[in-house]
């Protein structure tokens, strides 16, 4: 029976000093990424942890992409349009978008555009045709009839496609 808890103690004990080469392991790659931020690092330390440290950034996450300037989808949208000669699919202006790479990074690219697509028609840029075909509105015609540009006593309300919400234009 001795012998048994000598043997449970023996592995406890390993199981210990593991954990314990394990922390310290950690410790020194964090000390090293500090002095290596503040551009103090010793020369010893830094030459045996870059491999590992390189190796355990690869298998994270990916680097993150870098934002689109405001207001490019918007803008390449508008040129596509004003290029063509009739109403445009939605599809065939999100392939222009990456031809052009200036798609929306998202996970799901078209609910992005389509979002686009529906703040420039309510600013009066564009108009749906029907079956997710847009055209350019000619100029003097859309800007007239949008709301938004009619009303300059208060702040500007936002219209949505939601219903609710809203708020009467008399009460304002």
Do not use: C
């Not at 000598?6 to 592995?11: H, I, K």
């Not at 199981?15 to 922390?23: A, F, K, M």
């Amino acid at each position: 029976m001795a012998g048994n808890f000598e043997e449970q103690l023996q592995a406890e004990l390993a199981g210990i000093q593991t954990e314990i080469d394990r922390l310290e392991t950690k410790r020194r790659l964090i000390h090293e990424l500090l002095s290596n931020e503040s551009g103090a690092g010793s020369s010893g330390a830094a030459t045996a942890k870059p491999a590992r440290r390189r190796a355990a950034r690869r298998g994270g996450a990916p680097a993150k992409r870098t934002r689109r300037p405001r207001g490019l989808i918007t803008g390449k949208v508008r040129e596509f349009l004003g290029q063509q000669s009739g109403p445009v699919h939605a599809t065939e202006i999100l392939a222009f978008l990456e031809r052009n790479d200036a798609a929306p990074q998202s996970a799901k690219p078209m609910p992005t555009l389509q979002s686009t697509l529906q703040r420039m028609k309510e600013m009066g840029e564009i108009q749906n045709t029907g079956r997710n075909r847009w055209a350019l509105i000619a100029g003097g015609a859309g800007e007239s009839s949008a709301a938004p540009a009619e009303r300059s006593d208060g702040p500007p309300v936002v219209t949505s496609t939601t219903t609710f919400g809203a708020r009467p234009l008399g009460n304002q």
